[in-house]
């Protein structure tokens, strides 16, 4: 009975899960040239993705593809993103884990 409503809140509210996997993917075919294969970027005026918070990701991305943030070429690439793609890129970046040394 408990998961029926679940589901049920969770379909009327249109939310779905994210996939990691579609994430990944559709990062490979055009965030990686500007923010590096696994998140971490090389290029000084991109920032590095991993291991940012989803909530925070998906956020931005929504913002620059409804022009409230505005960047030339990332008001460009999140233009055609679904609500489904922010969150799947998102759960993409989160889930890559960064450790971070104190330098020797």
Request: charged fraction near 15%; aromatic fraction near 4%.
């Amino acid at each position: 009975m408990i998961m029926g409503l679940l589901w049920t809140a969770c379909a009327a509210t249109g939310a779905s899960a994210a996939d990691i996997s579609a994430g990944k993917a559709r990062a490979g075919s055009a965030c990686a040239v500007c923010h590096g294969v696994l998140g971490l970027s090389t290029l000084p005026n991109a920032p590095s993705l991993a291991g940012q918070p989803e909530i925070y990701l998906a956020e931005q991305l929504k913002n620059y593809r409804s022009g409230k943030r505005t960047h030339e070429v990332m008001s460009v690439i999140a233009k055609p993103l679904s609500d489904q793609d922010i969150d799947n890129l998102a759960a993409w970046y989160a889930s890559l884990q960064i450790e971070v040394r104190e330098a020797r």
